[in-house]
């Protein structure tokens, strides 16, 4: 995929965006590419980024997040990461390690020292998302949706039903 071609994966709008270079510099010759490699560690289908970011919109298609865990593989140079508009520039996964981006906390699971594979989970609201690198693969996105402010307020009146009956029997 060349930059700004959009796809939709597991239902979500992804498109491939430009990368910034350590120097600052950012470039739109990179590209992406659908893979089965296992760069990522993973099995299946992988994205590989080559100076480049993949862009996912949550909230456009299957709607904000409350959590997001992926695999990846870093195989040299920087990376970046842009979560809800708060861009980070860094060197390895480790270096984010407990850091909190655009309002969300980044835990390394596995990995993320360079040159190697790994797991990485975000725990906070996320509406989007860019991540990317010069040699850089990403697989197996889990993710769990926030639920919809008119479905929290059915489930805290089904949970008056619940107790308003629970006391009358």
């Not at 239902?11 to 510099?25: C, I, P």
């Not at 992406?32 to 296992?38: K, N, R, W, Y």
């Not at 107790?163 to 629970?166: A, G, I, M, N, P």
């Given at each position: 995929?060349?930059?700004?071609?959009?796809?939709?994966?597991a239902?979500?709008?992804?498109?491939?965006?430009?990368?910034?270079?350590?120097?600052?510099?950012w470039?739109?010759?990179?590209h992406?590419?659908?893979?089965?490699?296992?760069w990522?560690g993973g099995?299946?289908n992988?994205m590989i980024?080559?100076n480049?970011?993949?862009g996912?919109d949550?909230?456009g298609?299957?709607?904000?997040?409350?959590?997001?865990?992926?695999?990846?593989?870093?195989?040299?140079?920087?990376?970046?990461?842009?979560?809800?508009?708060h861009f980070?520039?860094?060197?390895?996964?480790?270096d984010?390690?407990?850091?909190t981006v655009?309002?969300v906390?980044?835990?390394v699971?596995?990995g993320?020292?360079?040159?190697?594979?790994g797991?990485v989970?975000?725990?906070?609201l996320?509406?989007k998302?860019?991540?990317?690198?010069?040699?850089?693969?990403?697989?197996?996105?889990?993710?769990?949706?926030?639920?919809?402010?008119g479905?929290?307020?059915l489930?805290?009146?089904?949970?008056?039903?619940g107790?308003?009956?629970?006391r009358?029997?």
């Open positions: 995929y060349s930059p700004l071609a959009l796809f939709t994966t239902g979500v709008d992804a498109r491939v965006v430009d990368f910034q270079w350590s120097s600052g510099t470039t739109n010759g990179g992406g590419l659908v893979s089965t490699g296992g990522a099995s299946g992988e980024l080559n480049a970011n993949l996912l949550f909230s298609s299957v709607g904000s997040l409350g959590y997001l865990a992926f695999q990846f593989g870093e195989y040299g140079g920087n990376m970046n990461l842009d979560i809800n508009g980070v520039n860094f060197n390895n996964w480790q984010l390690n407990g850091a655009g309002g906390t980044i835990n699971l596995a993320g020292f360079g040159n190697d594979m797991t989970e975000f725990n906070g996320i509406h998302m860019a991540t990317g690198g010069q040699e850089y693969a990403v697989d197996n996105f889990r993710y769990q949706l926030v639920p919809a402010p479905a929290l307020a489930l805290g009146l089904a949970g008056v039903a107790r308003r009956r629970r009358t029997c």
